[in-house]
């Protein structure tokens, strides 16, 4: 069984500029949720998405935005990049939500300069 | 404000030297404990779900127990493959979302 994919697994941006990036979850996981990780906050939740819907949402702004498709592939997009973005994001799927046995991915680790 | 404090941050061990990581919370309407081991440049893998006082959880040379203030991973006669960051996180629900909180980690290193 495939694990959770994320593409792509290094990034290099500018300030200012935009990216999109990508989550495929194991196959007939329905929820994907997002994580950023940095030293100094550690991980912290983004959002969740459920059948395409953003069913929960963590403390970030509005620069920080998501989507799923149909088939639960999910992307995650920041907008107007700034230096402190710099993070590994982490997706992590499970088979109904409520973040009981999650399975993360490998992460995009994205660096703006 | 919701918080998650794990410790201690890093503890080293020796193979065989049973030991405790402590994660404590203080939240308002808490939903389930997780616990996460993490391993150098790969994302967490998932270890336990708690969600009322009193659950104990075991896999292997790992336990895992919660009270209402604060979860314990107890680690028996640990192997340096045991060697990660265990991560804890607290589901919380506040009105119509969930979220989740993580502690910063306790990196353990047991030598042999």
């Known amino acids: 069984k495939a694990g959770v994919t994320q593409t792509p697994r290094y990034l290099i941006k500018t300030r200012g500029q935009q990216v999109t990036l990508s989550c495929s979850p194991i196959?007939?996981?329905?929820?994907v949720s997002w994580y950023q990780q940095t030293p100094g906050q550690g991980l912290q939740f983004l959002f969740e998405y459920f059948s395409e819907t953003q069913r929960n949402k963590g403390n970030f702004p509005g620069r920080f935005s998501g989507r799923q498709f149909s088939n639960s592939r999910s992307e995650m997009n920041v907008s107007t990049l700034e230096l402190g973005d710099s993070a590994l994001y982490l997706c992590a799927s499970s088979l109904e939500g409520s973040y009981n046995e999650q399975f993360f991915g490998p992460g995009t680790r994205l660096t703006v300069l | 404000e919701d918080q998650v404090t794990q410790s201690p941050e890093a503890l080293r061990l020796q193979e065989g030297e049973s030991s405790s990581l402590n994660c404590s919370y203080t939240v308002s309407g808490l939903r389930g404990l997780f616990w996460y081991r993490q391993d150098p440049g790969k994302g967490p893998e998932f270890l336990f779900t708690?969600?009322?006082a009193g659950e104990e959880k075991e896999k292997e040379r790992l336990k895992a127990t919660l009270t209402k203030k604060e979860s314990f991973l107890h680690i028996t006669a640990p192997k340096p493959e045991d060697s990660a960051t265990y991560l804890c996180?607290?589901?919380?629900?506040?009105?119509?979302?969930?979220?989740?909180?993580f502690g910063t980690g306790t990196l353990l290193a047991v030598q042999p």
């Open positions: 708690l969600y009322s």
């Open positions: 996180a607290v589901q919380v629900y506040g009105g119509a979302t969930n979220k989740l909180i």
């Open positions: 196959s007939g996981h329905r929820s």
